[in-house]
């Protein structure tokens, strides 16, 4: 913690709002890569405009990937006392 201090600066603590509401954001993130999972990416490669040319691992890999930015973008935005 000490060395994470010295080279990002005080760390500051979060409140148990924006615990909840990152947790809230893991839970949506995970449920929504289950989905892709149990539905097939054929679906999912409609909805984001993905290339039926990449192949099916290609395709889940870039919407986990998205799904996942998207994610964290949201929580950085948590973390800071931005809320959207």
């Known amino acids: 913690m000490e060395r994470l201090a010295k080279r990002d600066g005080a760390v500051a603590k979060l409140t148990d709002a924006q ?14 890569l289950a989905e892709m ?6 679906r999912w490669r409609k ?8 192949s099916r691992s290609g395709r889940a890999a870039r919407c986990q990937g998205k ?8 929580k950085e935005c948590i973390r800071k006392g931005v809320t959207s």
Not at 19 to 32: G, M, N, P, Q, S
Not at 37 to 42: F, K, P, S
Not at 47 to 54: A, G, H, N, R, S
Not at 67 to 74: F, G, I, L, M, P
């Open 19 to 32: 615990k909840a509401a990152l947790a809230e954001v893991d839970r949506k993130t995970k449920a929504k």
């Open 37 to 42: 999972e149990i539905l097939g990416n054929d």
């Open 47 to 54: 909805q984001e405009k993905i290339p039926k040319k990449l």
């Open 67 to 74: 799904n996942q930015n998207q994610a964290e973008k949201e």
